[in-house]
């Protein structure tokens, strides 16, 4: 399993009781953890069950900005299944 780069100041825990409760990672983080673009890394997690996706579609056709969060386990799913 690659190392997850540590966050000063606190990681991103979540909400105790809630699904994703644990740490929230970045496409950036995850670019670093896995060596790879961060263009790369979102496209790796943009259609994963799991991810949280802010943003959503513009009303007037123009390209949308999606903001994604990704919670450990579901990177450690895709790594894993990725790895086989």
Known sequence: MHP???RENGAARGVPGHPFCG??????EIAEALKVSV???R???QDV???I???????RGKRCYQTLRIPRPVFERVVREKSR
């Open 43 to 45: 496209r790796l997690f």
């Open 4 to 6: 997850m780069p540590s």
């Open 39 to 41: 263009n790369t890394a």
């Open 23 to 28: 740490e929230i990672l970045t496409p950036a």
């Open 53 to 59: 996706k802010l943003g959503g579609a513009n009303p």
């Open 49 to 51: 069950d799991g991810v």
